[in-house]
């Protein structure tokens, strides 16, 4: 595993939400396709900048790189997350009304907003909140005001009712954001998250490999092999 | 909406899952002209090869081969006084679609009913005094005998290649098997999956304990098979990505692996996909019907004649078209007339995950079945009377599937940052869990019928299911939590958590227990109480049959799957040695 240190973030962090986006050119990436991606080349198809910068810098808290383990940003969560959503992340839900948001958590997703609707909302929100707080966007927040108003969200102590939307709940963005993070982190890398099956490497999974007929009788022992990916890359 | 006119066959199938595919197979080897509709498309075996199916992502958490809610979601309220919600997502569980159905990417699990599940209602009249269940229980015998279905259970373990450890060969216990299951006229077919470790700690110290743990018996093949009909299937190689997805090494008994290679090579067999039948047609006396009508791909209306349908599709979609059809009566709770959508039930789950910081349990290395279970508490091998309720569980330790989406983290665990991202990385593959899976009661105010709000893309109400958890199955959670939890602290792990359900839960759609749902058209011995006789016939338009976990009059604690391939060849044989020749009804109301 290499060590992430603090400045390879930054740098991320850095010229992706410095860059003019439309420059840079993509199709050398797409050649390769979503496995190849860097993440500060990568000009996103769902998001506007503003949300993208929203995105990067919430991903990097979310999945942070200080620590054991890849981060986010390392990892291309982001490019995951906005390909999904333009893919049509959603599509299968049902989405015909009348829509009760009230209803008891556990009758499930009840509001009605498309995962589209929601990261568009929730960040729209979300920034409002922070420059109420704040008087600054969330992605020039200190890393600790970004994890409290993360976790505002979370524990809907951000009102979106308060902020004009009497539907959505803070926690419900919060929660699709969580997910799509770790989903794009843990994911197969043809997906765009998950670079170079970093993040399988820091926790032992190995992958697609799928067959183990001599190792199921092997009990307790660390499994010895890497990654492999739907493409057949090795990490 | 151009209407169209197809030819008449003898049989038309709706769904090819399972229960449709063993329909297809036995009617079409009679020489009858069959014709399958399936709704969703066609899964041929060369879409799984390796490493296709090996994807987390795409099968497990986007439902790659699951019907979707905006096709297919159904409405949930908890009791009758409420205005149902639609399953927008799914959750506690998901039904399959496409050629195959469910039978395609289940886990694999394949074990019987005990002979006490078979005839619970006989049990409890014996075993309980008047007035100890719960009045508005509703819980019913199969309308057979063991001995009467035990031949189809052991054809479809042979269509299928079980593999495990024979517990009671023809009365006779034999070692390292079920001592509670009922006789069986066969062993095995094939032995049982390897242990993982996992399954390994938990049968030696539930056998410590005084239970008598066994193999999860599994319809993943442990060696080459060739099943009856001559298909054959290749030993199962540990992939790790058997349950929600297609098997990517035709290990796994699917219909596709096990009867459609062979009955799509018949010229008196042929199936058409994305075929959505939205009703069957009647006669104008509604005794018999005509056949089905469909909507195509292309959105045409397709009028499907045939002299037998059968109804295979998922158990509430069965239910759903019974009643968009007319046939029989809907239920009403309050004056408990009618028969269609009676008796449904769900199961509950439940499990302690312990976590053991020097253990490796290489999670991905197993197959969908591989686990350990015992039966030493399901009804009638413990003293459920004295306990005040009535119901069991199978307790297990199973390792289904290993990939890293989900994975569960120590209590404590934070849900995201520095914390989360250290904790999958000292924690993953170092966890096990112990498991249960519940009985489900039937009773008066859980039901199905059809939705006044919500309707389907193509204009048709939704299916409406009243259900939620009563105190019987509620003290049974709270009873195996005990059991479980004593099981775990022998095991010593370094931490713990636990996810039962309390005296107080609603059911949680949200949450996946598993796709055992049954009831809603039940088999019994009178057209008062039930929707179809013991050969899943309809009582009231003798030529369609019903076959599916839509005719179980509750739920017992084994899957499902052995069942209803048994009860469908049970019917299967009816219609061949009976029907065929003096049609009508098979059973005298």
């Known amino acids: 595993m290499p060590k992430i240190n603090l400045s390879r973030r930054t740098l991320l962090m850095a010229t992706a939400a410095a860059v003019p986006l439309v420059s840079m050119p993509t199709y050398r990436a797409r050649a390769a396709g979503l496995e190849g991606v860097e993440l500060q080349r990568y000009q996103p198809v769902f998001f506007a900048a503003d949300e993208w910068r929203f995105i990067l810098a919430a991903c990097d808290r979310l999945i942070p790189a200080e620590g054991k383990g890849p981060g986010a940003l390392e990892t291309n969560v982001p490019v995951f997350i906005d390909q999904q959503l333009h893919a049509g992340l959603g599509g299968d839900v049902y989405m015909d009304g009348p829509h009760k948001a009230d209803a008891a958590s556990t009758l499930g997703f009840q509001h009605n907003h498309t995962p ?61 954001l969580l997910d799509d993070t770790k989903n794009g982190y843990l994911a197969d890398p043809m997906y765009g998250g998950n670079k170079d099956m970093k993040a399988w490497v820091a926790i032992g999974f190995p992958g697609a490999r799928a067959a183990y007929t001599e190792w199921v009788d092997v009990h307790d022992v660390k499994y010895p092999l890497g990654p492999v990916s739907l493409s057949g890359k090795r990490a | ?69 905006r096709d297919a979601a159904l409405t949930v309220r908890y009791n009758t006084g409420e205005t149902a919600l639609p399953t927008r997502k799914w959750g506690a569980f998901v039904p399959g679609n496409g050629v195959g159905g469910s039978g395609l990417h289940w886990t694999g699990v394949l074990i019987r009913p005990t002979q006490t599940d078979i005839k ?28 009467e279905i035990e031949p189809h259970m052991d054809k479809f373990d042979k269509i299928c290649g079980l593999s495990g450890t024979t517990g009671n060969l023809g009365g006779q216990i034999q070692p390292g098997g079920d001592p509670f299951e009922g006789p069986r006229s066969n ?73 459609l290679d062979v009955v799509k090579r018949m010229p008196n067999f042929d199936y058409k996909t994305g075929a959505n039948v ?37 158990q509430f979609a069965n239910v759903r078209l019974m009643l968009l059809s007319g046939i029989g009566e809907p239920y009403n709770p309050i004056t408990e007339r009618g028969v269609i959508g009676r008796n449904y039930a769900f199961l509950s789950v439940g499990d302690a995950t312990l976590f053991f910081k020097d253990k490796h349990f290489n999670p991905f290395a197993t197959a969908g079945a591989t686990g350990e279970m015992f039966n030493d508490i399901s009804p009638g091998n413990f003293d459920g009377p004295g306990l005040g309720f009535i119901g069991g569980a199978k307790i297990h330790s199973s390792q289904a599937s290993g990939a890293p989406i989900g994975t569960a983290l120590p ?33 008066r105010g859980h039901y199905l019928d059809l939705d006044p709000n919500y309707k389907d893309p193509w204009g048709q109400p939704l299916l409406r299911m009243t259900f939620d958890w009563r105190q019987n199955e509620l003290k049974l959670q709270r009873h195996l939590r005990g059991i479980v939890l004593d099981i775990a602290k022998e095991l010593k792990p370094d ?8 005296l107080d839960s609603h059911w949680d759609i949200t949450k996946y227990v598993s796709t055992h749902n049954v009831g809603g058209a039940i088999m019994g011995t009178s057209p008062r109480d039930s929707a179809l006789n013991r050969y899943t016939q309809s009582w009231d338009v003798h030529n369609v049959f019903v076959p599916g976990g839509n005719a179980f009059p509750q739920n017992f604690q084994a899957n499902p799957t052995a069942l209803i391939g048994a009860i469908t060849l049970f019917a299967a044989e009816a219609i061949k040695q009976q029907y065929l020749k003096n049609p009508g009804p098979l059973v005298q109301a």
């Not at chain 1, 420059?131 to 005001?145: N, S, V």
């Not at chain 1, 524990?155 to 939307?165: I, M």
């Not at chain 2, 509709?37 to 060369?46: K, N, S, V």
């Not at chain 2, 442990?222 to 035709?250: D, E, I, V």
């Open chain 1, 116 to 176: 589209q609707q929601m990261y568009r909302l929730g960040i729209k929100l979300a920034a409002q909140y922070s420059e109420r707080i704040h008087r600054k966007p969330f992605d020039q927040l200190a890393p600790a005001d970004k994890d409290a108003l993360l976790s505002a969200l979370e524990k809907n102590v951000v009102d979106f009712t308060e902020l004009g939307e009497p539907s959505l709940k803070a926690s419900q963005f919060f929660g699709q």
């Open chain 2, 278 to 314: 939205i009703r069957v047609d009647l006669h104008a006396d509604k005794k018999t019907a005509k056949g089905v009508t469909y909507i195509d791909e292309q959105q045409r209306e397709v009028f499907q004649p045939a002299k037998i349908v059968i109804l295979s599709s998922f």
């Open chain 2, 187 to 259: 062993p095995y077919p094939l032995p049982a999956l390897h242990d993982t470790l996992n399954s390994s700690l938990f049968a030696a110290t539930a056998r410590k304990m005084g239970y008598h743990p066994f193999p999860n018996p599994s319809a993943n093949v442990t060696q080459a098979w060739t099943n009856p009909y001559g298909a054959q299937l290749a030993p199962c190689n540990y992939c790790g990505f058997c349950s929600k997805y297609p098997c990517l090494n035709y290990s796994k008994a699917s219909p596709q692996t096990t009867i």
């Open chain 2, 120 to 147: 619970l209602k006989t049990y409890a009249d014996q075993a309980y005094k008047r007035g100890a269940l719960d009045p508005d229980m509703r819980i019913k015998d199969f309308p057979f005998t063991w001995e």
């Open chain 2, 495 to 502: 931490a713990m958590s636990e996810n039962f359900l309390g």
């Open chain 2, 1 to 69: 909406m151009t209407n169209i006119t197809n030819d008449e066959v003898d049989v038309v199938i709706v769904g090819l899952g399972w229960a449709g595919s063993i329909m297809a197979i036995e009617l079409a080897k009679e020489g009858l002209k069959v014709r399958a509709l399936e709704r969703g498309p066609e899964r041929p075996p060369e879409d799984f090869a390796y490493p296709k199916p090996a994807d987390q992502y795409a099968y497990a958490i986007r439902n790659k081969v699951f019907v979707t809610p």
């Open chain 2, 411 to 443: 209590p404590g665990t934070p849900a995201w940052g520095k914390g989360w991202k250290e904790g999958m990385v000292d924690w993953y593959g170092r966890a096990m869990k112990v498991s249960i899976s519940t009985s489900c009661m039937a009773y």
